[in-house]
């Protein structure tokens, strides 16, 4: 192949490219396409908001708050316990404890003529609202050595309720504290304008919703043992022990009444027939 077949081949080459060139640079002018504003998608991607802390727990009640809403009427029949070991109306004397006419706001073991134990003497405080619920709560934890028994109340509610009670066996009760609303706590509902209708009284003859028997399948010795301190009082529960002032409860259920050998019971008791 010569030089002029040569240079005919690579003129074609280059024409058909400067075409090419020509036609495209025509085109993008005839069809061209604006940018668009915004992508045709968008992604979009929350931001992670942090974890929301738990609600703190509300704060247990105030005890002056208790005081300050407390029944002196329900505290009356909670302090029927108080009557095995102390007088509570005024002139009624000791028993196995001081009375307790006055006792609050009165000084610690001051009634005059009665044996305290050592402790208690050196107890050197004056039996306040809150004095007195630290010293119902537990006695022996706050004056370790004294001679009650008692196991103490653990229920802060019924405490109030008997303390309110105590302050009404006064010649001068003290006021009672008024309620103080937490801080942060929510505002009080309103007031419904108008009352829930009154529940029907069940029908004569027919059984409640859950008799005895349902309540003693369900119910917890590990409880009763703790409400049974109580009965410690006046009676020994464990085998052997003994009467005190009460005959030992060992055995009781099942027994015959009035049967423990050796116990001076009550005329009214020998009397009782049931097992």
Not at 29 to 44: D, H, M, N, Q, T
Not at 217 to 224: D, E, I, L, T
Not at 266 to 275: E, I, R, V, W
């Amino acid at each position: 192949m010569d030089l002029f077949e040569i240079n005919k081949i690579l003129g074609a080459v280059l024409g058909t490219c400067l075409i090419l060139v020509v036609v495209h640079i025509a085109a993008g002018s005839i069809f061209s396409v604006p940018e668009p504003a915004k992508p045709g998608y968008v992604i979009e991607v929350k931001a992670k908001q942090p974890a929301a802390k738990p609600a703190a727990a509300p704060p247990a009640p105030a005890f002056e708050n208790l005081l300050a809403s407390a029944s002196a009427k329900r505290g009356e029949q909670d302090a029927k316990v108080c009557e095995v070991c102390h007088n509570l109306q005024k002139g009624q004397g000791a028993k196995i404890g001081p009375d307790l006419y006055g006792v609050v706001g009165r000084k610690a073991a001051s009634v005059a003529g009665f044996n305290y134990s050592a402790p208690l003497k050196k107890h050197d405080g004056t039996w306040t609202f809150d004095a007195l619920d630290k010293w119902l709560t537990n006695p022996g934890a706050d004056v370790p050595g004294t001679a009650m028994t008692f196991a103490g109340v653990p229920s802060e509610k019924q405490r109030a309720d008997i303390i309110a009670y105590l302050n009404t066996l006064s010649d001068h009760p003290l006021p009672l504290p008024e309620a103080k609303k937490a801080a942060g706590a929510p505002p009080a509902p309103p007031a419904k304008a108008a009352a829930a209708p009154a529940a029907k009284p069940a029908a004569a003859g027919k059984p409640s919703a859950q008799s005895f028997d349902k309540l003693l399948a369900s119910a917890s010795a590990k409880r009763g043992e703790q409400d049974a301190k109580v009965c410690e009082i006046c009676h020994n529960v464990q085998k052997g022990q003994g009467a005190k002032i009460g005959p030992d409860l060992y055995g009781v259920v099942g027994r015959k009444a009035a049967s423990v050998a050796g116990f001076n019971y009550s005329p009214a008791l020998k009397k009782h027939d049931c097992t």
